[in-house]
Each structure stands twice: as structure tokens, then as C-alpha cells.
């Protein structure tokens, strides 16, 4: 089945599922209110779950040429000693900075498709579409409109630095400290992608000065990517996550990605998901009338988001421990035997 689809949000989710949908025959319209695509951004994690959905939307492939293909990982604790490793063939990642994967994104669709600079529509006056696709993101006025501000998402407990520097990094590494975390993966363009996040109050202010004092007496290889960081580079923002909402849908409108489960990042799911969402959503829209379509939706991807979200928290929260650190990462050598 095809029909007439907008989709509010020209992010990650949004251009997923306009690539899987334009290409099964639909006539598809992206409102964007960026006049542009981003350029700037940092390193984001495709999961083989995610890279099938991208597959399926026409575009795995574009990732694959261009993100830098990673299986091995870290946990260090701030002395540098090792917690535990996974080296897996079976979950290979492939590590590609936002801009890229947005410009493969775009590369996919047809010309028009996407309207830059073009706030979402009211729902009111998008009667004349079958269905809507919420993909506007963590501060979603979509969710607020159909389910009350009840339901948007809520400060996490840390906040957060991104950013890159010019190199190479072999591998994944994540040092984990009490109150606070540190991360560092390779990214494609010849670039070393860095995390840090700190326990804080919500919209703390600290900028690349207080990161380098919060972990100047890390080990050498944070400080020496923090001694190569441009400060104009660098993203300072709180995490968030969303509570639990009572459907994803409502209607003819389905909320995808961060407008449905926006999640703390510790796990490196957020983005996999909404790529997920929309895959799903896309190909059940294509099998069914939209009504059942979306009711399907629903019950296929609510519950697992909302594991991912209270499982992204855990993680964030274990990893920074301040007590019980032995048992901690006695449990994590013990995992990643089994990874």
C-alpha cells in the first residue's frame, strides 16, 4: 500500500523513514525548520540492528563506505587499567560522524522531498495527509500537543561535553570514574571523536576549562586529547529522558526517535532507534491501512524503547558509582567473557 505521508522533523528518524517510504512508492514531504543540514556534530554508533534498517531504506551501504567499521572495546578506570574488553564479531559497528550520516541520508531522496526552513505545519492543516510522522525530536510540540507536557522529557542527572580532534583511534575506549565518565572513538575523516559526562545539576555551566580540570588527572591519552581540543568545537548540553508514554501514536500520527524515547546515551542507541522506528513503521505502513499500521507501531516498538531508556539510565549511573566500584567492575569482566 502507498499514500501521502509528512513527516515533521528532518533529523535521523525523519529522513529514515522518508527513504524507506519514497522508495515503496509514497508521496512523501520532510518539514524542516533548519535552513539547512547540520555541519557539525559529533560521532554516532550504527548497530547491526540499525544497519539493517538502513539497508532496508535503500542507504546501508553509504554508511558502510564512509563510517569507520569498529567491533573492539573498553572499559578503563581513570588510572588507565584495563576493566574489561569485548572484541565481538558479531556486533560490528560502524562509527560515522551526524553530518555524514545525514548527508547519506539526503543523498537517498528524491529532489523536494525535504523542506529546509520550513516549520512544522499544525496538525490541524495536515488533514489532506494518511499519515503524519512526529520525528521533532526531544522537545517534540508534537508529543506536547497530542499528550500533554506532562510527558517531556526530564534532566538525567548529568550533563554532557562532545567534540573531535584531528587523528586516529584504534578502538573504543570508555573510562569510567566516580561521578563521572570519559569516552573516545574513532570517527571517519581522518578525526578522534570524545564524551565526557559528570553527575551535575541541570544547566550547570563549565566549558572546556572545567573539563580539562574534571579530568586532568585522568589517564594520558584524555589528557592529551584534551590538550588538542579546539574550545569552539566543543557541545555542552544536559541529558534527557522520557517517561513513559501512554501510546505512540494517536490518530493518524505516529512519534518516532527522541519524540518518543529520548534516552541517555550511555549505550549508544538513540539514534539506532529512531533508524529503527521509522524502518518499522515504514514497512508496516507499506503492509496494512494506516490505522492498523500504526497500531502495530505501536505495540512493536513502545515496549522495547522503554527497556532501552531505563537500561541507557542503569548504565550511565553504574558507570559513574561512586561505592560498590570492585563489584562493579567485577560484573563487568564477568559480561564481557560473554560479549
Same mark, same amino acid.
Given at each position: 500500500?502507498? =499514500? ?13 523513514? &522518508?527513504?524507506?517510504?519514497? %522508495? ?30 538502513? $539497508? ?11 563510517? &569507520? ?54 496538525? &490541524? ?66 578525526? *578522534?571523536? @570524545? ?11 563549565? +566549558?572546556? #576549562? ?18 588538542? *581540543? ?7 548540553? $544536559? ?17 518516532? =526517535? ?23 513503521? +515504514? ?8 490505522? #492498523? ?16 531508556? %531505563? ?12 561505592? @560498590?566500584?570492585?563489584?562493579? $567492575? ?10
Amino acid at each position: 500500500m502507498a =499514500g501521502c505521508a509528512a513527516i515533521l522533523g528532518g533529523g535521523i528518524g525523519g529522513l529514515t523513514a &522518508a527513504n524507506h517510504l519514497t %522508495r515503496r512508492g509514497w508521496d512523501v514531504t520532510v518539514f524542516e525548520r533548519s535552513a539547512a543540514p547540520p555541519t557539525t556534530g559529533t560521532a554516532l554508533g550504527v548497530w547491526p540492528q540499525a544497519v539493517a534498517a538502513l $539497508d532496508d531504506a535503500g542507504v546501508g551501504d553509504g554508511v558502510r563506505k564512509l563510517g &569507520a567499521m569498529q567491533r573492539r572495546a573498553a572499559f578503563l578506570r581513570p588510572d588507565g587499567s584495563v576493566i574489561g574488553r569485548v572484541d565481538s564479531e558479531r556486533r560490528t559497528a560502524y562509527l560515522i560522524s551526524r553530518p555524514a550520516l545525514h548527508g547519506v541520508l539526503l543523498d537517498g531522496l528524491p529532489g523536494g522531498v525535504v523542506r529546509f526552513a520550513t516549520p512544522s505545519p499544525d496538525l &490541524a492543516t495536515l488533514a489532506g495527509f494518511d499519515v503524519v510522522v512526529a520525528a521533532d525530536g526531544t522537545r517534540s510540540a508534537t508529543r506536547d500537543v497530542l499528550f500533554g507536557a506532562q510527558y517531556r522529557p526530564g534532566y538525567t542527572g548529568m550533563t554532557a561535553w562532545r567534540g573531535w580532534i584531528p587523528g586516529e583511534a584504534a578502538s573504543v575506549s570508555e573510562t569510567w570514574g566516580p561521578g563521572a565518565l570519559f569516552g573516545i572513538t574513532p570517527r571517519e575523516g581522518g578525526l *578522534v571523536n @570524545w564524551f565526557a559526562a559528570v553527575r551535575s545539576p541541570a544547566e550547570s555551566t563549565g +566549558g572546556l #576549562d572545567f573539563v580539562r580540570a574534571r579530568f586532568g588527572d585522568w589517564h594520558q591519552d584524555i589528557r592529551k586529547i584534551l590538550e588538542q *581540543v579546539d574550545p569552539d568545537v566543543v557541545l555542552h548540553h $544536559d541529558l534527557y529522558e522520557s517517561p513513559p508514554l501512554p501510546s505512540y501514536v494517536r490518530g493518524n500520527v505516529a512519534l518516532i =526517535g527522541d519524540a518518543a524515547h529520548s534516552m541517555a546515551p550511555n549505550l549508544g542507541r538513540g539514534a539506532c532507534e529512531a533508524m529503527v522506528d521509522a524502518v518499522t513503521l +515504514g514497512r508496516l505502513l507499506t503492509e496494512h491501512r494506516v490505522a #492498523d499500521a500504526l497500531r502495530r507501531y505501536d505495540r512493536a516498538r513502545r515496549r522495547p524503547t522503554r527497556r532501552l531508556v %531505563r537500561a541507557s539510565h542503569l548504565v550511565g549511573r553504574v558507570a559513574t558509582a561512586r561505592h @560498590w566500584i570492585g563489584v562493579r $567492575d567485577a560484573a563487568v569482566r564477568l559480561g564481557s567473557r560473554f560479549a
